[in-house]
């Protein structure tokens, strides 16, 4: 219950949760456009990292590229010779042949409708003369039409076959559909699943299409639409499903080729609004729109892929194309659809219309369902919940890598699920949230953290070591009224004979003096990151072991006792040294004689042999902030102290400069996994 009051009293923690709950519901009321960019890029990344899979090899595409062009014609080809392709493509085996080609304009020249039109006239107004040859001369133009009507050849070869499915075109016009369609033809391919879903859907309507010639639509097994719908950022996706016109629902190409494949009647074709189109056993995820979202397996060509002229010249071995679909369309330059792919930035739209196909058939289409927004929301709470309980607790070399596992972790989640199980899970707010969350509280942890440090600096800073203070703040180790009792070293210095130097020297001089010796003497046990307790006078008293545990305290305070005490013997010969600068005045102004102070010397005689006392003892002393909550001072007391106060005077009678205790000597420490003592 501790560790929670403590975590919800962090406001760290409540910064997370704010960026969970904002997430959550842009996510949740489905407002998240502003991020649409970057989730689209993330979509084209799970493929890239995903790399080209190998289809079923149920569809394959026959393609009219240079090659064929080259030795065929230029486009577009003759409809005697399309009948030719659909010809052989059945000789090959194929099972359903579907078109991404427009077959909108007839091909019979327009100069011998012409002439049919004025021979009916001339029968009707009675003007046939046979004795002038009239009749005969419509005869021979009338079999010429014939002989060049090759829509009617292939429309011949299409019922023939009964397997072809031909594309046409929804456009917008604000005109009424008859206007604008040279015809319609029945082509409703869906029903609703259940009476609801006829509100829940809202498909795409436009106005008006264009079919194929009446001549092809009537021979078609099947019509489907070749409308592409790219994302804002002109990439292509997804597939539309059902478009509405006129009160009916239309299916796009691939799906009316799927549904002849697999031999399904359009009765048998049923919608679930926001769910799914199922085609018998086959089932297609859609959204409200009717939207699928394309797994593609690649870029250009993966789809096995074959040029027309290889088909039709016998270059293509027969088992390449034995009941399979095969889609004809353009990938030549001029006159392909072209459009932006998770794998190519330029994917041929008949690569687009045989992906779709192998979806259907594979039942392989990406998934994103309606409760996928609860999963991306649990995703973004659990990951408010773990950054604001961890981050704050961490220090700021670990909070970056952590912010980066949990990035990682959440990105290979989101990949694991789309290439394992084909769905889509939101990374865009979840990856975002790890880097709000982290910068928040990183910048909220500076703002208040630099106002801890500069308090811990300005308390402690002319008594304390650094990197105490800094292992201070990094602990949390806040000053506070109190104390505790712990076993530390205490350590006392002291000048001896302080009070002759202040007979011989001015007050100037003497502050001058101290100042040099206390900061060199306070620079060696800050080094050694001792605590300076304070200055009394000439004397210094400081301790070793608080306020951070330090294992090897008394070894410390021996080893600065040798420090300082040659540090003096360097400070005496300096001293000894130290001449009076010609432009000073005379330093001895008390008149010592020349034995105290030799002339030209910048300091007595006294100054050049100055000795210090040390004493050092160990023992369980109380440390703590002692004063009142205006003012304190972290000091130490005990029986310890006094001991080694007195230590440092008793040098005197026995005639040493410094003295350590027997608990000083003998204190057990740990040093690199072994115990160990200073002598």
Excluded at 35 to 40: A, D, K, V
Excluded at 183 to 210: C, H, M, W
Excluded at 439 to 446: L, N
Excluded at 503 to 531: H, P, R
Aim: glycine residues 6%; proline residues 5%.
């Amino acid at each position: 219950m501790n560790i929670l009051r403590k975590i919800f009293r962090f406001k760290g923690f409540w910064i997370s949760m704010s960026m969970a709950f904002l997430l959550s519901a842009l996510l949740y009321f489905d407002a998240t456009s502003v991020f649409n960019t970057i989730e689209l890029k993330s979509f084209d990344l799970r493929f890239l990292l995903r790399g080209a899979m190998e289809p079923s090899g149920s569809v394959a595409i026959a393609f009219v590229g240079e090659k064929s062009i080259k030795e065929l014609g230029r486009w577009p080809w003759s409809r005697k010779l399309i009948a030719q392709l659909i010809q052989t493509l059945n000789e090959y085996g194929a099972k359903i042949i579907g078109f991404d080609v427009l077959f909108t304009d007839p091909e019979v020249p327009p100069e011998l409708d012409k002439l049919k039109e004025l021979s009916d006239s001339f029968i009707a107004l009675g003007l046939m003369n046979d004795s002038l040859g009239h009749q005969a001369f419509f005869d021979e133009l009338m079999e010429a039409r014939e002989e060049s009507d090759n829509d009617a050849l292939m429309a011949s070869v299409m019922e023939n076959w009964g397997n072809v499915v031909l594309g046409m075109a929804f456009v917008p016009s604000k005109k009424k559909p008859e206007d604008f369609t040279r015809y319609l033809v029945d082509a409703a391919y869906v029903s609703f699943g259940k009476e609801s879903d006829l509100k829940r859907f809202e498909p795409l309507t436009y106005n008006a299409r264009i079919l194929p010639v009446p001549v092809l639509a009537n021979a078609t097994k099947n019509l489907g639409f070749v409308n592409s719908f790219t994302d804002p950022d002109g990439a292509l996706r997804r597939e539309m499903m059902a478009i509405n016109h006129d009160g009916a629902l239309f299916a796009p190409l691939g799906l009316r080729i799927a549904q002849a494949y697999l031999g399904i009647d359009t009765e048998d074709v049923t919608l679930y609004a926001n769910e799914r189109i199922t085609l018998g056993g086959n089932v297609i995820p859609v959204n409200s729109e009717g939207f699928a979202l394309i797994n593609y397996y690649g870029p250009n060509y993966t789809i096995p892929s074959y040029p027309v002229v290889d088909i039709l010249r016998g270059r293509v071995a027969p088992e390449k194309l034995k009941n399979k679909a095969v889609i004809v369309g353009g990938a030549a330059i001029g006159m392909a659809d072209l459009w932006p792919s998770p794998f190519s930035p330029a994917l041929f739209g008949v690569e687009k219309q045989a992906t779709i196909v192998e979806n259907i058939l594979q039942n392989d289409f990406l998934r994103c369902p309606t409760w996928v927004t609860y999963v991306n929301i649990a995703a973004l709470l659990f990951l408010g919940v773990l950054m604001g309980i961890v981050l704050p607790s961490l220090t700021t070399m670990w909070s970056i890598p952590f912010a980066l596992i949990c990035f990682l972790t959440y990105s290979a989640v989101v990949q694991f699920a789309f290439v394992k199980y084909r769905l889509l899970l939101n990374f865009t707010c979840p990856a975002l949230e790890i880097v709000l969350v982290y910068t928040a509280i990183s910048a909220y942890r500076y703002l208040t953290e630099e106002r801890d440090r500069k308090f811990l600096q300005a308390t402690f800073a002319s008594y304390l070591a650094p990197e105490l203070i800094e292992d201070m703040f990094n602990n949390k180790t806040m000053p506070e009224l109190g104390g505790e009792a712990r076993t530390i070293t205490a350590y006392f210095t002291d000048i001896e004979d302080f009070s002759a130097f202040s007979e011989k020297l001015t007050a100037q001089q003497l502050v001058e003096l101290l100042n040099k010796y206390l900061s060199a003497m306070t620079d060696i046990l800050i080094d050694e990151k001792g605590t300076l307790d304070k200055y009394e006078g000439d004397a210094i008293l400081a301790f070793f072991g608080a306020p951070m545990e330090l294992p090897d305290h008394g070894l410390r305070a021996a080893r600065v006792a040798v420090v300082m005490q040659n540090k003096l013997l360097e400070l005496r010969e300096k001293w000894r040294n130290e001449k009076q600068s010609h432009e000073e005045p005379n330093r001895n102004t008390k008149n010592l004689p020349p034995e105290e102070w030799a002339p030209g010397d910048k300091w007595p005689r006294i100054v050049h042999r100055m000795k210090m006392r040390i004493g050092i003892n160990t023992g369980e002393i109380v440390v703590g902030n002692m004063g009142s909550s205006m003012r304190m001072n972290y000091t130490m007391m005990g029986d310890p102290v006094n001991i080694a106060a007195r230590m440092e005077a008793a040098g005197k009678q026995y005639g040493v400069y410094t003295l350590v205790s027997e608990y000083t000597l003998g204190l057990e420490f740990n040093h690199n996994g072994e115990k160990k003592r200073i002598m």
